[in-house]
């Protein structure tokens, strides 16, 4: 059986407005916001994620293990762009050295260096607050947008009937899988089989979790082909689909659409006329004036 996110109605901005509206402001927003490298553009797509984000009426409990993860994969590679100024050599050309610091030890005669420049220090903020307002946006969509309407939202859209239900059923699988996962989890324990007892090295622990990825593997699969069954049994594919709900756009769905708009035709603008691009204080690049690299 398929499962969904977890949802409920909330007293939350997102669910005031009809989902296709969301997703196209979604949508602007997302393409706007990758068009600069500027912190201080970067600054109010922030504003309006923090905005949504705490307006959403979803208490961080929930939220938790979502922003855990993302949180620190978007500081994981933050600071592996800052210390090694990989990424940042597309926007700029040119280095001012704040410190450099040396390891006191060597390997095969060389010693670990790690140049602080103004550059990288400014485009590690700027990818940190780039990031971070596209996920703090996307991590809202599973718990603020109903299950029972991605098919239809889709299918709202443009999208031919086909691709609307494979993108229900692929937001559905992701919960899905991981119940699965959960439930094979607990059954082998029951066994006596004890996850954080695995030793070895990487072939070694993989070969160690069969138990666990075997059945969750076959039973996607099982669980996939009945979907496939169900869906021939209704002729889908054969003609035109109808839809349960139905979505009607309302005034504030149409202000949202164009504001969105705006804003992806202002930040195409800007962009166009060189603006955004990636920005370094002259006050800092003043104080250390002397090229590092």
Not at 211 to 226: C, F, K, N, R
């Amino acid at each position: 059986m398929l499962v969904n996110w977890r949802y409920r109605e909330r007293d939350s901005i997102i669910q005031t407005f009809d989902p296709r509206a969301w997703l196209i402001f979604f949508a602007c927003f997302l393409a706007s916001t990758l068009l600069f490298w500027d912190v201080r553009y970067l600054t109010f797509f922030l504003v309006i994620a923090l905005i949504v984000v705490f307006r959403s009426g979803i208490p961080f409990r929930e939220m938790r293990r979502a922003w855990l993860f993302i949180g620190g994969f978007i500081i994981f590679f933050a600071t592996l762009t800052f210390l090694t100024g990989r990424g940042g050599m597309e926007v700029y050309t040119e280095e001012h050295l704040i410190t450099r610091l040396q390891a006191p030890f060597t390997i095969l005669n060389w010693r670990p260096v790690l140049n602080i420049t103004v550059e990288r220090t400014f485009f590690a903020i700027s990818q940190l607050v780039r990031v971070f307002s596209v996920a703090s946006m996307t991590i809202l969509i599973p718990y603020s947008l109903n299950p029972a309407r991605y098919g239809i939202t889709f299918r709202g859209l443009g999208m031919p009937d086909k691709f609307a239900y494979a993108m229900d059923l692929t937001m559905r699988f992701i919960p899905t899988l991981g119940r699965d996962f959960q439930l094979t989890l607990d059954a082998q324990r029951a066994r006596g089989y004890e996850l954080e007892k695995l030793r070895g090295g990487l072939i070694a622990q993989v070969r160690k979790m069969a138990p666990l990825i075997v059945p969750v593997t076959i039973h996607a699969i099982i669980g996939s082909e009945d979907v496939i069954d169900a869906m021939d049994l209704r002729a889908f594919g054969v003609g035109p689909r109808t839809w349960l709900d139905e979505l009607h756009y309302r005034r504030r769905d149409r202000i949202l659409i164009a504001v969105g708009v705006t804003i992806l035709f202002l930040s195409i603008l800007l962009s166009l006329f060189g603006f955004g691009q990636f920005w370094v204080p002259q006050a800092a690049i003043e104080m250390f004036s002397s090229p590092g690299l």
